[in-house]
């Protein structure tokens, strides 16, 4: 059968590496996964914090994705992904020039060799040009970026983040990807790391707690009532993040593959299950479902799942939806409150139960339920499967173990560090007296106008107010809510 002309014509702007299909996907995966930060978390955070921190929140994940990007581009994706300068860390340099950016796609430090050098799996070459992976890639180290943000909401001086968020894409997250995806020494012994439970949520989780303890606690009044300004846009910033989890998973086997087609199917069965076991513990231990609750589910069955989405069979999904749901509740619910560490660092958005925990039990089942033949159609170490099916599958649990420990040493010393760096420049945190304002103190501007064009409602401003206030205060009964919208708060 004759192939379509469109399919066979060879120009300058297609050559005859180039895969169509597999460049449009990839170029949509980027995307979703884009949208799961910009808009999906600016809203997510926007909405979920106390509203006197809404810009402030939206604003830091806003900068991230910018700041990230030039960052990338500038040095950060070859420190990833490019020629190899140590086991951990490849050679930093731009990835702005044409003849780098339309050359086939490839990742230098992939090809994989027995131990008496014969080859054993070839270097990584997707059929697109390196310009498409050299994006996706970024909105992948955005997003690591702004989950950590979600740690230090409420409290971290603006300046401080804004020169935080590139000294730490380069010196924490750049390792761990060069590690585990780039070629580094975690890659080639064989480390299972699909989408980024390690690389990315396990990094987040742990530095982002780490960065809480350094920057230190929110006012008292705002850990003790912290609650969601905006519980329905909350809903929508989710829902976003969920939806693009398809492109997070599904674009990680460079191709528009039957692997991808596992991975997205089996993300979306983890959420799920994840979701629903969440919400069915909080319906048990507390009488009634919580609407936040569900989202910290939906998140966690997300990340459990990660690092093995296009590895595991989909019943092994629903195992892992049953433990992310589960797991990290208990972890958030019941440990939290009984580790005096755990109290004494104010984690804002319990990134550390969501992220860190869901992302180091994800990496842990991955070496338990890794299956042999979805193994063989991604990874580059042959035979790799998890402990579940035997062989070789107990060592393979030891390496995610052994990986995990890796990322969590990491980013503990680079996070900690890099915030000492700063803070003998810039206070890591705002002054008490920017906390007790929040948003117009730090930006001079609030979320939400309640009276005309940008001005809240002042009733010494309008005429015939003084004459009748008296009046209405005898026909308009108290609210009950009158000190803010009632929510369900996450009380850490």
């Given amino acids: 059968m004759e192939l379509p002309h469109a399919y066979t014509t060879i120009t300058p702007a297609v050559p005859e590496w180039l895969n169509k ?19 999906g978390l600016v809203i997510l955070y926007a909405s979920i914090v106390k509203k006197k921190w809404a810009v402030n929140s939206a604003f830091m994940a806003l900068y991230a ?50 131990d008496d ?13 390196m310009a498409s992976l050299v994006y996706f890639q970024f909105t992948f180290a955005a997003i690591t970026m702004i989950l950590l943000a979600g740690s230090v909401l409420g409290r971290m001086n603006i300046r401080a983040w804004m020169a935080f968020v590139p000294l730490w894409l380069i010196f924490s997250y750049t390792v761990g990807a060069f590690s585990l995806w780039g070629g580094g020494f975690l890659y080639h ?31 008292k009044s705002d850990r003790e009532r912290f609650p969601p300004n905006n519980v329905l846009l909350m809903l929508a910033g989710a829902g976003l993040l969920w939806m693009g989890w398809s492109g997070f998973n599904g674009g990680a086997p460079y191709a528009a593959n039957i692997d991808a087609s596992i991975a997205v199917l089996n993300t979306n069965i983890c959420a799920a299950t994840s979701l629903l076991v969440w919400t069915s513990l909080d319906v048990v231990f507390f009488g009634k479902p919580s609407v936040i609750g569900a989202v910290q589910g939906m998140m966690t069955g997300l990340v459990c799942i990660t690092p093995g989405a296009g590895l595991v069979q989909s019943w092994a999904a629903i195992v892992m939806g049953m433990l992310a749901g589960s797991v990290p509740w208990v972890s ?20 550390f ?5 869901a992302g180091l039990l994800g990496g842990i089942l991955t070496g338990l339920f890794a299956e042999p033949a979805l193994c063989r159609l991604i990874l580059p170490v042959t035979n790799s499967r998890g402990a579940f099916y035997g062989g070789s599958g107990g060592f393979q649990l030891v390496k995610q173990l052994v990986a995990a420990m890796f990322v969590i040493g990491w980013n503990i010393v680079s996070t900690t560090i890099i915030l000492l760096g700063i803070r003998l420049f810039i ?50 009964a108290p609210s009950p809510y009158i000190n803010g919208a009632r929510g369900v708060t996450i009380n850490l």
């Fill in 189 to 219: 012994w064989g480390v299972i790391d699909y989408s980024g439970g390690y690389v990315i949520h396990l990094s987040s989780g742990i530095a982002g707690f780490t960065a809480a303890y350094w920057v230190g606690p929110r006012l």
């Fill in 21 to 39: 299909g597999d460049n449009a996907w990839q170029l949509t995966a980027a995307t979703l996964v884009g949208i799961q930060s910009m808009p």
């Fill in 332 to 351: 958030m619910m019941v440990l939290h409150k009984k580790s005096s560490l755990l109290q004494k660092v104010d984690d804002t958005l319990g990134v």
């Fill in 117 to 129: 050098g014969r080859p054993e799996s070839e270097m990584v070459e997707p059929y697109y040009p």
């Fill in 427 to 476: 206070p890591l945190r705002m002054p008490d007296a920017q906390l007790m304002i929040g948003d117009d103190a730090v930006h001079g501007e609030e979320a939400y106008a309640l009276w005309g064009d940008g001005e809240k409602y002042d009733p010494t401003r309008h005429s015939g107010w003084n004459n009748t206030s008296s009046l209405y205060a005898e026909e308009i």
């Fill in 65 to 114: 994705f910018a700041a990230v990007l030039i960052c990338w581009v500038l040095v950060g994706y070859r420190m990833a992904f490019g020629d190899k300068l140590l086991p951990f860390w490849a050679q930093g340099a731009p990835a702005l020039g044409q003849k780098f950016l339309i050359t086939r796609a490839k990742v230098p430090e992939s090809g994989h060799f027995h």
């Fill in 353 to 357: 139960h969501t992220h860190a925990v």
